[in-house]
């Protein structure tokens, strides 16, 4: 059977750490902090992700017994994704990595163990502006690359919040770049492709 339209892989598609690209407005609480951090003083983070970028996605079928047999049928619902871990390259400024981490500091202050969006004078109204439930949750999409630098398709997280940063391993003999991994939360999970 002949492919009238196939979709061809070029020979210049070879494995690369920088072909997904994470875009992360920064959640209400972080843009109220930049008042007293000028480090902050950015509407969006965009980093070069990889590792396991899309968690697993189902609808299960569900049982449904009669008689002395079953039959299976969908369930028409999702279960809770699993938490998404990416890894990430830490820029030369650190910038990247302290972004996240007063994220983590807003939703756990590390001196007093409270909540610190509180303390920022967020209101009901900067929740409906920020479209989201909470002010510490944000939206943000990872863009796969192809191997022209275009955009080939674009995965879509709702109402995200990071859950855990990893620590810092480098070492000036193995003269490699520091990485490290963050972990988010989130509630929804699209998938776009855009029109090449």
Partial sequence: MECVNPELQSSLNLSSKDKFILILTLP??????SRLDPALDVDFLQMTVHGSIVPDISVPAVEVRYGGQSANFSSYSRPNYAPLSVNFIIDNGFKNYYILWKWLAILNDPRTSTYEANKLGTTRQDQR???????????????????????????????????????????????????TSADFSFGQLDMKRPII
């Fill in 28 to 33: 209400q609480a972080l843009r109220k902090m």
């Fill in 129 to 179: 502006e920020s479209g989201n439930n909470a002010e510490y949750q944000t939206n943000f999409i990872i863009q796969a690359m192809n191997e022209y630098n275009e955009i080939s398709m674009e995965f879509h997280y709702y109402n995200a919040f990071i859950t855990g940063l990893k620590g810092i391993t480098y070492s000036y003999r193995d003269g490699e770049i520091a990485e």
